[in-house]
């Protein structure tokens, strides 16, 4: 029979901002750190981030009178 024994240390941190204009204009951000000892000595920590964009076409004037749309929100993410 064989075996082993590891010990690994991980932690992690989670950031979000939002914001929304008059209910036409939003943006958020999000970011997420995680450190492991299985990362390496020279790089313990691991960022990840994500952005994104929001208009609500609906809510401007010139679509006011648009009748074919219900709702025309448009979105952008990275």
Do not use: C, H, Q
């Not at 492991?36 to 809510?59: C, I």
């Amino acid at each position: 029979m064989t075996g082993g024994e590891n010990t690994t240390r991980t932690i992690g941190w989670v950031g979000s901002f939002g914001y929304s204009y008059d209910y036409k204009y939003s943006v958020d951000f999000n970011i997420r750190a995680d450190g492991s000892s299985l990362f390496g000595k020279d790089n313990r920590f691991a960022p990840f981030w994500s952005a994104g964009l929001r208009w609500n076409v609906m809510k401007e004037s010139f679509m006011k009178n648009v009748g074919a749309f219900s709702e025309f929100v448009a979105r952008a993410s990275y």
